[in-house]
């Protein structure tokens, strides 16, 4: 055979593959397809034209209310992204009356647009990719705060007034593409409010973030959130990436991370035939055993399992407070904290007694413990660094110094940050025992939070206006050396820096930091490992408290958080631990 004749057969084989692969066909359920007695809902129609999340757009929105659906009970609610997808009145008909989901009623959004003034000289904003694409909770509170409540003073044609469930176990979102990521975006935004997750060929790629999750996902506790996930061999491989191998790594990093999932691969390409045939079966799975609630698996992630204990949840310490910061914690376990506006010291004792201190704290901030038993802050209010004993009276060890955090070394020798905003360099300041004072370095922008290590041999610098935490090697003479970026911190998608704030160390090692995310768990060679959500979202410091230092109490805004782990506070009041050594 000579090699045009072999080219030519070559190229009518690899023709009539992809003719093959185009030409996909996939069997409907039964419930896809309109039966017979079975009572259909009523679809309508709507336009939102005043959201404040995204001002200026416009879209239209569909409701579907079923049959069977009662004013006097709050409906189930799913919501899809693209407008309505899949059949899916027909779907929610057949599963409903087959008792195969529970009522629901289906809201289709419409991504949003900002018309042109003259749309015959210029093009609208279409508005899709920065909704759907993008990471953060700006979609998800669009739903919550204005589609749904806006859905709620609809009525269905016989008068029904609408209201809908706000448990999240009772709320679906779903969509395909850049829908899909949209929908799994809210849920892991908002996973008290979204529960259950339908994604067929998603985006999860390097348009605006999409490809971070799989890695996330790996690294973050596990969320109770239920997903079915749908892609296809033939699916997008262009410039953001490749959609195919992007969704076989989520069902990977699902998986490793305990989620309750669900998948089903084929060989089509980007488009909805494999979705509009597995749809119905979707729906069955994501609400099965509905009411009982979506539960949170358990992770391989070796660092989540050796911190945290299972079913051990957040609790509130206290709240009301305008700005709560400086957690540190003395050699009875017992835990204080700073509330920076309103110049008040709190404790908290082992037993969980929580008190005021009767004293003016001269809006302290940083607070750390010494081996001689006192307590010293960084008084902003006087810029001084104070130490109280335990009688509380005080004692001025410092002046001058704007100090934001600090740590008081076994040897007695007192490290302070000193940051002057975000974009001028800050000052570190080592204040030895007999009260000399030296700035050790300069040049972190906004040095915020400072810890020892365990052997106290090194410090750990937070630098809020970045993604960094930096460390430095301790002389014998207490100053610094071999400064050096450490940790590289995750951040929010709408944030430019981690703000990283407060940091502490757990005797095997591990650097805890609170940042924009909660808190976030280091190595010792620097790689965040694990993070650890808060109720509040933003961590502004941490502590180790309790009788065995196995609580961590955790400052955010306006309220303490405290939470039992399986791990034990590095307390720089002890004598100098030396951690195993690092994997590498």
Same mark, same amino acid.
């Given at each position: 055979m000579n090699k045009l004749l072999l080219f030519?057969?070559?190229?009518?084989?690899q023709s009539d593959i992809f003719s093959q692969i185009n030409e996909l066909k996939y069997q409907l359920d039964s419930a896809s397809i309109e039966q017979a007695g079975v009572p259909k809902g009523e679809i309508l129609k709507f336009t939102f034209e005043h959201s404040k999340i995204f001002p200026g757009t416009g879209r239209e929105y569909w409701v579907y209310i079923p049959v069977q659906y009662q004013s006097e009970k709050p409906a189930c609610v799913y919501i899809n992204q693209d407008g309505i997808q899949w059949k899916t009145p027909t779907v929610f008909d057949n599963l409903i009356y087959r008792n195969e989901m529970p009522v629901t009623i289906g809201v289709f959004v419409m991504p949003g647009r900002v018309l042109a003034a003259n749309s015959t000289s210029a093009n609208d904003r279409f508005n899709r990719s920065f909704e759907y694409d993008g990471l953060g909770d700006a979609y998800a509170r669009f739903i919550l705060e204005e589609i749904l409540p806006e859905v709620e003073k609809q009525k269905s044609t016989d008068g029904r007034e609408i209201h809908l469930s706000k448990s999240g176990n009772d709320r679906a979102i779903g969509g395909s593409s850049s829908g899909a990521v949209c929908a799994f975006t809210a849920a892991?935004? #908002?996973?008290?409010?979204?529960? #259950?997750? $339908?994604?067929?060929?998603?985006?999860y790629v390097g348009l605006r973030g999409g490809d971070r999750y799989s890695t996330l996902i790996r690294k973050y506790e596990p969320k109770p959130i239920r997903i079915f996930l749908q892609d296809g061999t033939n699916d997008l491989n262009i410039y953001a990436g490749d959609w195919w191998k992007a969704n076989e790594t989520m069902e990977r990093a699902l998986s490793f991370a305990g989620y309750e999932l669900n998948h089903v691969w084929g060989a089509d390409g980007h488009n909805g035939n494999q979705g509009a045939s597995i749809f119905p079966a979707a729906m069955r799975w994501l609400?099965?055993?509905?009411?009982?609630?979506?539960?949170?698996?358990?992770?391989?992630?070796?660092? =989540?399992?050796?911190?945290?204990?299972?079913?051990?949840?957040?609790?509130?310490?206290?709240?009301?407070?305008? $700005?709560?910061?400086?957690t540190a914690t003395n050699a009875s376990g017992t835990v204080f904290f700073q509330d920076i506006p309103n110049s008040k010291t709190y404790k908290i004792t082992p037993d969980g007694k929580l008190t005021t201190l009767p004293l003016d704290a001269k809006r302290a901030s940083g607070t750390a413990f010494g081996p001689d038993g006192k307590r010293y802050v960084a008084a902003g209010g006087t810029k001084q660094i104070l130490s109280y004993d335990a009688n509380e009276h005080e004692k001025i060890i410092a002046n001058s110094i704007d100090g934001n955090d600090l740590v008081v070394a076994k040897n007695g020798n007192v490290y302070v940050t000193s940051p002057d905003g975000i974009e001028k360099p800050s000052k570190l300041f080592l204040i030895r025992p007999n009260g000399e004072k030296v700035v050790v370095d300069e040049g972190i922008k906004y040095a915020n939070g400072i810890a020892l290590t365990p052997d106290q041999t090194q410090l750990y610098v937070t630098e809020s206006a970045s993604k960094w935490v930096w460390i430095y090697s301790i002389n014998s003479d207490g100053t610094?050396?071999?400064?050096? #970026?450490?940790?590289? =911190?995750?951040?929010?998608?709408?944030?430019e820096n981690a703000w990283s704030d407060g940091i502490k160390c757990d005797t095997a090692g591990r650097v805890y930091v609170a940042s924009r995310l909660g808190i976030q768990v280091l190595d010792q060679l620097g790689r965040v490992n694990a993070i650890i959500p808060i109720p509040g979202g933003q961590a502004s410091n941490c502590c180790f408290g309790g009788s065995d230092f196995n609580i961590i109490y955790v400052s955010s805004r306006d309220k303490v958080y405290r939470r039992k782990l399986k791990v034990r506070g590095a307390n720089p009041f002890e004598a100098p631990n030396k951690p195993k050594a690092p994997n590498l």
């Open positions: 030519i057969l070559i190229f009518i084989l892991w935004e #908002r996973p008290k409010d979204f529960t #259950r997750v $339908f994604s067929a060929i998603g985006t609400w099965k055993d509905w009411p009982k609630p979506v539960t949170t698996g358990i992770t391989k992630n070796q660092y =989540l399992s050796d911190i945290l204990i299972p079913g051990q949840d957040w609790e509130l310490v206290g709240e009301g407070y305008t $700005f709560t910061e400086g610094l050396a071999n400064k050096q #970026r450490f940790g590289w =911190l995750h951040l929010p998608d709408e944030a």
